[in-house]
């Protein structure tokens, strides 16, 4: 009889074990949880519809003495702040280059129509 209860017990704690594995929410009501927290079912909704819409558009900056021109993927984060999803550098040339005003002008206008591009091209995907 003690083995049969030992036995009913095990398994009882076998299954107990694969349905705490196995179960995809359980990082939520652990305190420690990691570092990332599994996002609710609807916020990760409304985040799958902003990547979804997310578009292309041109950036800038200056980087170690040079002016980089960037197309950025961003959509609009759950916090209403932007997300960048993905980021390419256009063009790049030296932030103290004599033609500076020209080559930026010329280099945004060429993101602003790459950017277009490529927006449109999602959109017919």
Do not use: K
Not at 84 to 99: K, N
Request: aromatic share 8%.
């Amino acid at each position: 009889m003690t083995a049969v209860l030992a036995a009913v017990a095990l398994i009882v704690g076998l299954a107990f074990v694969i349905v705490w594995v196995t179960w995809p929410e359980r990082r939520l009501l652990s305190p420690a949880g990691g570092t990332h927290q599994a996002l609710p079912r609807r916020d990760r909704a409304r985040m799958a519809e902003a990547v979804a819409g997310a578009r292309w558009a041109p950036a800038h900056d200056e980087v170690d003495g040079h002016t980089r021109v960037l197309l950025r993927r961003s959509c609009t984060g759950l916090d209403g702040l932007p997300v960048v999803l993905e980021e390419r550098i256009f063009t790049v040339f030296p932030a103290d280059d004599p033609a500076w005003e020209g080559r930026f002008t010329e280099a945004m206008a060429g993101a602003r129509y790459r950017c277009g591009y490529l927006n449109e091209e999602e959109r017919g995907a």
